[in-house]
């Protein structure tokens, strides 16, 4: 069974190969939602972009990004600077060991974002 590590919980958590990340996370008491999404949120469907997670370790264990979490994640401002290490924890299915953080704070500071080189042409 895959071993999901929440990162800033300290949390190990064992899950079926293939589950759903957000339903695992809520059976183990993990809340991916901040605030008042707990109440008003998609319930799943990958449009409200509030249960982001940021992907520490494990990235290929995880399904990949369907055109809706692109979409999603690109219209939320919260990706910034980690545009290629964030999901949506409704849209990923586990597939193998991989460790998240919950809640990820907004890379205000754009140490990522601002220093990025521009693609060779």
Same mark, same amino acid.
């Given at each position: ?19 759903? &990340?957000?339903?695992? +996370?809520?059976?183990? #008491?993990? *809340? ?11 319930? @799943? ?27 999603? &994640?690109?219209?939320? +401002?919260?990706?910034? #600077?980690? *545009? ?11 597939? @193998? ?25």
């Amino acid at each position: 069974m895959p071993k999901v590590t929440v990162v800033n919980q300290k949390k190990d958590i064992e899950v079926s190969a293939g589950a759903n &990340l957000r339903e695992e +996370l809520r059976k183990q #008491g993990v *809340e991916v939602y901040p605030g008042m999404a707990r109440y008003v949120n998609c319930f @799943g469907h990958g449009q409200c972009g509030t249960c982001k997670i940021l992907v520490t370790n494990g990235m290929d264990n995880l399904s990949s990004k369907g055109m809706m979490e692109k979409f999603t &994640l690109f219209r939320m +401002l919260s990706a910034i #600077g980690h *545009e290629n290490e964030m999901r949506l924890s409704c849209q990923c299915s586990v597939n @193998g060991d991989c460790s998240v953080e919950v809640q990820p704070e907004m890379n205000l500071s754009g140490e990522t974002f601002w220093q990025k080189p521009y693609p060779n042409k």
